[in-house]
């Protein structure tokens, strides 16, 4: 078997995971996180859980201008991704990334639909905006008696999660045909003395002028024969099926399996798998948060926004989810054999490792007990290795399709904060209480395969002093 997929299985995830599409997209999509982390912390902060300090923030009357900080930096990350993958495919070519980078912000924006709506003055002066879909629907918005015109704007609903995989393809397509360009030398060359800058605008021209007239007949070719733009059919198409499968618990326990199965063999699994179902995790959380924002626009209490985030196609699988009980202590949940190391080993080898690995296991780092015990390539250790991500992740998932841990709501957090206190600032207390109920689960799960381990290590120690 470890021949079998360190020979064959292993090669193909890593020429998958090194093709340049993938790099761009995993690589691209960090620059997104800043603005995720940010957004996040306005969501939190106008959404305190905590009765008596969400009032305190009310009271100080700067909950509009958290909400408008979270909706200019956690509602644009689609717009960001664009740009990220884009410029990432350049900067690996080795190409001036920065005009990759801005094509494929243009080309996002040319496959979106325009905001539409109806500016309305009714007889007694007063003035609203009814949004609209066309500019008919606009017209048709204005009320007997009321003066109305027309206005249009950048449409925010396909700027976060649901353009996520629309900016995917124009990163990928822009960064693709940018270099293609570059490669065959079709460019516009300044002569020497010419400011880089200036001459960096120059040579980016042609590509430009090209990728946005191509997106331009793009979306003109599917306004003119399905009657909308290239965004709505991706979203319909390819979006909303990987959303769909990355959301169900046979995905979940997909990527909870494989992420262990690879690092067993040595091979960064949060890495490899992250690629894939990271973009999922980030729309749905965007999906998630705009739910949200909806339900308090609409005059919600907190709470009742939380409920109403699963009743209207909202997400368990989330980039929250992912953070609270995926990575809690490391991959593979190990805080458990960590803890049964530093204090029960007999072995010296054990204990050592168990206390280095003590600390870091805390941030939900655990390279060192990888390593270190080991755990990669060690058969003794992988039935807890696998069991034990796959029963704190089964057991979120059907805990949240039953009710009992709120879906996420847009707040992450960094997926070094410690456990407990990432679940209960992206979750709540129930998602703390989930998250303790599973370290303690992951001690339970490991002790009787460590006690193997460290007899065998034990029986080694004590014959090498004899």
């Given amino acids: 078997m470890g021949d079998f997929l360190q020979g064959t299985v292993l090669p193909l995830f890593m020429r998958f995971v090194n093709t340049r599409g993938v790099r761009a997209i995993k690589d691209g999509m960090m620059f997104t996180m800043p603005l995720i982390i940010v957004g996040a912390v306005y969501l939190l902060l106008f959404q305190l859980p905590i009765e008596s300090a969400a009032n305190f923030i009310t009271s100080l009357g700067i909950v509009p201008y958290l909400s408008h900080g979270y909706t200019s930096t956690f509602q644009i990350i689609a717009m960001v991704c664009a740009v990220g993958v884009g410029y990432t495919w350049a900067k690996n070519d080795g190409w001036e990334p920065l005009s990759a980078g801005v094509i494929s912000l243009a080309v996002f924006l040319i496959l979106i639909p325009d905001y539409v709506g ?15 879909d066309s500019i008919s629907a606009a017209q048709a918005a204005a009320t007997d008696g009321a003066i ?3 206005v249009s704007g950048l449409n925010k609903t396909w700027l976060a999660g649901q ?8 990163g990928l397509l822009s960064g693709l045909v940018y270099s293609i360009f570059m490669q065959k030398d079709i460019r516009i060359k300044m002569p020497e003395g010419v400011p880089d800058g200036v001459a960096a605008a120059f040579t980016g021209l042609i590509p430009a002028a090209t990728i946005c007239t191509g997106a331009v007949v793009v979306y003109g070719i599917c306004m003119g024969v399905a009657g909308v733009t290239p965004i709505e059919l991706i979203y319909r198409f390819i979006q909303t099926p990987l959303q769909g499968v990355g959301d169900s618990l046979p995905g979940v326990i997909l990527f909870e399996t494989l992420i262990p199965l690879l690092w067993f063999f040595g091979v960064h699994g949060a890495t490899v798998v992250g690629s894939v ?3 999922i995790a980030l729309m749905n ?8 924002q909806e339900g308090v ?59 280095l690995g003590l600390g870091c296991g805390i941030f ?10 080991p755990i990669v390539l060690n058969p003794k250790l992988l039935v807890p290795f696998v069991a034990a991500p796959l029963v704190c992740n089964i057991g979120a998932y059907v805990l949240t399709d039953i009710g009992f841990i709120p879906y996420t709501m847009g707040v992450t957090v960094p997926w070094t904060t410690p456990p407990i206190l990432s679940g209960l600032l992206a979750i709540g207390w129930q998602g703390a209480a989930w998250q303790a109920i599973a370290l303690v689960a992951s001690f339970f799960i490991y002790l009787p395969f460590a006690k193997s381990v460290d007899n065998d290590y034990l029986a080694q120690e004590q014959a090498a002093e004899a």
């Fill in 118 to 132: 109806a500016v309305i003055t009714t007889a007694d002066g007063e003035t609203a905006i009814a949004a609209a």
């Fill in 148 to 150: 109305a015109s027309q």
């Fill in 163 to 170: 353009g996520m995989i629309g900016a995917i393809v124009a």
């Fill in 277 to 279: 179902a990271q973009p």
């Fill in 285 to 292: 959380q965007a999906d998630n948060a705009r739910i949200f």
């Fill in 297 to 355: 626009n609409a005059g919600l209490s907190r709470d009742a926004a939380i409920a109403a985030i699963g009743q209207n196609g909202g997400h368990i699988f989330t980039e929250a989810f992912q953070n609270c009980f995926q990575a809690i202590s490391g991959s593979g949940i190990t805080i458990g054999l960590v803890v049964y190391m530093a204090f029960m080993a007999k072995s010296a080898q054990m204990k050592q490792v168990g206390k």
């Fill in 364 to 373: 939900n780092i655990n390279e060192p007990v990888l390593f270190g015990t």
